[in-house]
């Protein structure tokens, strides 16, 4: 899941040394990406609670350490977390593989491959889908996604469209809302800038972890692609779902075309 909506992580990696200097950076991030130590059980319990409509089974692409799925799991829904990054997946499985009725996949949102087809359930939560970098692997991703759910199951999208002025914002500093560690302190420096021409926005930050041994800083860079709703339905449809509502927001308000939040409930035929 994205940390705070915006902060997310991607490397692009060099060979030989900088690769392995770089992946073991990933595995430090992993480690504190819950560095901001906020309380998000009411938005995994909204995915809960949607969830429960359609079945047990749920599919939670995309999960990094796979925090949402083990709040899942420990509410009666049998989960099954995949990611990209074996870094998150392996601090997943750390964290939270003693729990019952989770499991723990590293695959691929785009080309995915499990034993299973029979979900009930599927969510992309805020932003998660904008780490893919263009529509093809968008529909790349939900004709994955439909292969391995039952006939009548629930794929649902929360997203946010994109913006039509270009912006940017200069360096910020930003510390945990709370404190989530008694033997480090964490935080972050970043600024950013969005182009609506490309639909892209361009993140650079620098992770700050002090601990007894001094501060350590790992710098990182992402890029998020938004996409366009008539392009998202459009490739939801050739996959095979059909679209059951359309939302502005949690509480099921009708989304209408001035609304730049945008939830998607989808069926799979």
């Known amino acids: 899941m994205?940390?705070?909506?915006?902060?997310?992580?991607?490397?692009?990696?060099?060979?030989?040394?900088?690769?392995?200097?770089?992946?073991?950076?990933?595995?430090?991030?992993?480690?504190?990406w819950d560095w901001d130590g906020y309380d998000n059980s009411p938005e995994y319990d909204y995915w809960c609670s949607y969830a429960k409509q359609f079945g047990k089974k749920v599919l939670l692409p995309m999960c990094a350490i796979g925090q949402a799925g083990a709040y899942m799991a420990q509410h009666g829904l049998d989960v099954t977390a995949f990611d990209l990054t074996k870094e998150m997946i392996e601090q997943g499985k750390k964290r939270f593989g003693s729990i019952p009725n989770l499991s723990f996949e590293n695959a691929d949102i785009c080309d995915l491959h499990l034993k299973d087809n029979n979900y009930d359930f599927c969510f992309i939560a805020t932003q998660d889908l904008n780490l893919l970098a263009d529509i093809d692997m968008v529909r790349k991703a939900f004709r994955s996604i439909a292969l391995h759910l039952r006939k009548g199951a629930c794929f649902a999208l929360e997203l946010v469209l994109p913006l039509h002025e270009s912006f940017a914002y200069p360096s910020q500093t930003y510390y945990p809302r709370v404190p989530n560690y008694t033997d480090k302190k964490v935080w972050k420096e970043g600024k950013g800038r969005y182009d609506a021409v490309t639909k892209r926005q361009y993140i650079d930050q620098v992770i700050y972890i002090q601990d007894e041994k001094g501060i350590e800083s790992?710098?990182?860079?992402?890029?998020?692609?938004?996409?366009?709703?008539?392009?998202?339905?459009?490739?939801?449809?050739?996959?095979?779902?059909h679209i059951a509502a359309e939302y502005k927001n949690r509480e099921k308000d009708v989304w209408t075309p001035e609304n730049q939040a945008w939830i998607v409930e989808t069926i799979r035929n």
């Open 218 to 241: 790992i710098p990182h860079s992402i890029i998020l692609q938004y996409f366009e709703r008539d392009d998202i339905l459009s490739a939801l449809k050739d996959a095979g779902f």
């Open 2 to 32: 994205m940390e705070i909506g915006l902060f997310s992580l991607m490397f692009c990696f060099a060979a030989g040394e900088k690769e392995d200097t770089a992946m073991n950076e990933y595995a430090k991030h992993a480690a504190i």
